[in-house]
């Protein structure tokens, strides 16, 4: 007779999956299975027939290339996206089990994971979520926002220094709903973790202030267990479980040894793997239907915890309408009507003004309009102008703060603002100076895989910097922004454009970021309806047709506005159009791009204090860029603008050399 082990059921179907796809990490699932499995029967609220339910307990998992044995767990507990043939069919085109979890994609999924150590960040951001929400809605007798976040992570997650950013604030942060779940398996791809990794985990999570607790038998599911329960009653900190598995656990051949981590197992190692587990069947993929029930009378005990807690938030509607409207409008995060008025107003600027002002009281003038609005700064507030005047500070003491401080931890900040959004009711806002965009790029690049409309406020976007020279001023930096699909990326001229940018990010539902200058810049007497379509005619042409248009964005639109008037002075004229978003403008109609951009007219000039690598789809084989060639240099702004040719003299002579 078998030997009744749920979890074998997990492990022999993540190793099915990795064989008949001739691809993927077994060696994980079969050491771990025994982890998700007590998390998932015992003590994760979730309802498989109800994947999404607000008041469910999140789990990401951080060690995403074990996404076979989350799609198994997922399958046996009886989510329905996931069936026998999407186990089947893990890793092949269209299907629901692609190599790494994906968001939106698979239900039951809670985060797009992979990058190794970016589940971690996610997870304190959803942490950070849930104490904010609490403090926030949760009444006497009606805890509506309480619930626990859970990750699971392996020895690389905790290698990359992603983990230390994100679990230092963690700690600091006190959020005793943050457990995380540690497989320490001790091999990493090269070999035994002893090559890289020797620190002692436990004193480091101990000294970011969290609750330690190592199990010493991982395939112990009661120790687990106890471990988890003890985790959930420390109301204090966040808790760190150390447990000890085995890598290709049942396969001798392969068991800790870095052979398992990413190839499939064979044949004949499958074969033995279900001998060892006691597995009485040898048809791929079969379960037989007492395990199916054994798996499904667990889930029913979520489809429970989701009905209660439905009856409680009926409850709350009832008890607290105002506040529940309010939780409600949290749970939408639309653009409302007054911010929305705001935003779309074309105003009158009377003075030049740095576009990191502007959107600093654009930030403060929606932030009553849109309470769920929440972020902050890697220790550069005052700079970025993020702040949120009298919102308080996101602190252990004070979670209903809006204003978090993230430290200098720019990485760590752009995977807390992905669990921040993923959570659901908030929409994140986080801000550094755009040359430290290359920290964030890898959390951003996975925001825009997610769709989630994460605002990323970068301000110095130039060598406007100045003196700070080379080491902080962005040349590249737009380009590469601008190359991430998904992403719609805002560089504005002026108070205007800013609104504009401001009002398509709140309402296009992806991330989208904003590259404002340090240095006042003049209004450039735009409309903002018309920035909002991306790209539009700043300042027509005298004629039925120009001879040369000049395009740019940000500080140098205003360049551009001087050219024209030296280029008529030379008998040219020129039309100017202003190209605050090249994303929101290549959604235009064609026929308004091609109004805005006429094919006839082929001689152009792009201007803007950055690489001209995202501009050659404009300017075409007939115009001329004046753009950054190479790195900056430390002197004051204005010396520096001369020196690399923003000016009007130089756009104008390269326009009149077109002609030549």
Not at 135 to 142: A, S, V, Y
Not at 175 to 197: C, H, M, P, Q
Request: with cysteine; charged share 20%; hydrophobic share 40%.
């Amino acid at each position: 007779m078998t030997k009744f082990v749920p979890e074998n059921a997990i492990r022999i179907l993540s190793a099915d999956a990795v064989e008949k796809a001739k691809s993927g990490h077994p060696g994980f699932p079969l050491g771990a299975a025994p982890i998700i499995y007590e998390l998932f029967a015992r003590h994760l609220r979730h309802n498989p027939k109800n994947p999404d339910w607000f008041g469910r307990d999140r789990f990401v998992l951080s060690a995403g290339h074990g996404s076979a044995m989350l799609y198994a767990a997922l399958h046996l507990f009886g989510y329905e996206d996931v069936t026998i043939e999407q186990l089947k069919a893990f890793r092949q085109l269209g299907s629901l089990t692609p190599g790494h979890p994906e968001y939106g994609h698979t239900k039951g999924v809670d985060a797009t994971t992979g990058p190794l150590g970016a589940g971690l960040g996610m997870a304190v951001g959803m942490a950070m979520a849930e104490a904010h929400l609490a403090k926030i809605f949760n009444k006497p007798g009606l805890p509506l926002v309480d619930h626990y976040t859970f990750t699971l992570c392996g020895d690389g997650c905790l290698m990359e220094g992603i983990s230390s950013e994100a679990m230092s604030l963690a700690g600091t942060l006190g959020l005793s709903k943050l457990i995380v779940l540690y497989d320490s398996n001790r091999i990493s791809i090269e070999g035994s973790t002893d090559l890289a990794f020797t620190e002692d985990v436990m004193k480091r999570f101990e000294a970011f202030g969290f609750r330690t607790i190592e199990v010493a038998d991982g395939t112990d599911t009661e120790e687990i267990g106890r471990a988890i329960v003890m985790a959930k009653s420390d109301e204090k900190r966040p808790s760190f479980i150390k447990i000890n598995t085995h890598i290709g656990y049942g396969v001798p051949a392969k068991q800790d040894s870095a052979s398992a981590h990413g190839e499939p197992l064979g044949e004949e190692n499958v074969r033995i793997l279900r001998e060892n587990l006691g597995w009485a069947w040898d048809e791929a993929f079969y379960v037989p239907p007492e395990i199916y029930d054994h798996y499904h009378e667990s889930a029913e005990k979520g489809g429970k915890a989701n009905a209660d807690w439905d009856a409680l938030k009926n409850s709350y509607a009832a008890a607290e309408p105002d506040a529940f409207a309010l939780f409600e409008r949290y749970s939408a995060r639309g653009l409302p009507e007054g911010a929305a008025a705001f935003l779309s107003e074309t105003a009158v600027q009377e003075k030049a003004d740095a576009t990191r002002s502007v959107s600093g009281r654009i930030l403060n003038a929606v932030k009553e309009d849109m309470p769920w609005l929440i972020g902050g700064s890697a220790d550069l507030a005052p700079s970025n102008k993020t702040a949120l005047t009298e919102a308080g500070d996101f602190s252990k003491l004070t979670p209903e703060g809006r204003n978090i401080h993230f430290g200098v931890r720019e990485l760590g900040m752009g995977a807390i603002a992905l669990g921040l959004c993923l959570h659901g009711g908030l929409i994140p806002y986080v801000s550094t100076f755009l040359v430290f965009s290359d920290y964030l790029k890898p959390m951003i690049r996975l925001a825009a895989l997610m769709k989630l409309p994460i605002l990323y406020i970068f301000t110095h976007d130039s060598i406007g910097v100045g003196e700070d020279g080379p080491t902080h001023e962005p040349v590249e930096q737009l380009a590469m922004l601008r190359s991430i699909p998904g992403v719609q990326v805002f560089r504005p001229a002026d108070a205007n454009e800013t609104r504009a940018a401001y009002y398509s990010a709140l309402t296009s539902g992806v991330p989208s970021v904003f590259a404002l200058s340090r240095q006042n810049l003049p209004p450039i007497g735009g409309d903002v309806k018309d920035a909002m379509k991306g790209g539009y005619i700043l300042s027509l042409e005298a004629g039925e047709s120009p001879d040369v248009i000049l395009m740019a964005s940000g500080s140098e639109v205003s360049v551009c506005l001087d050219a024209k008037k030296l280029l008529a002075e030379k008998g040219l004229d020129a039309r100017v159009v202003s190209m605050p978003s090249m994303e929101v403008f290549e959604r235009q109609p064609a026929a308004y791009r091609g109004d805005v951009l006429p094919p006839s007219v082929t001689k152009r000039v792009a201007v803007e204090a950055a690489s001209r690598q995202p501009w050659g789809r404009y300017v075409g084989l007939d115009g001329d860029f004046v753009t950054m060639d190479g790195f900056g240099a430390s002197a004051p702004a204005p010396a520096l603008f001369e020196r690399f040719g923003f000016t009007a003299e130089n756009v104008a002579a390269k326009a009149l050399a077109l002609f030549s």
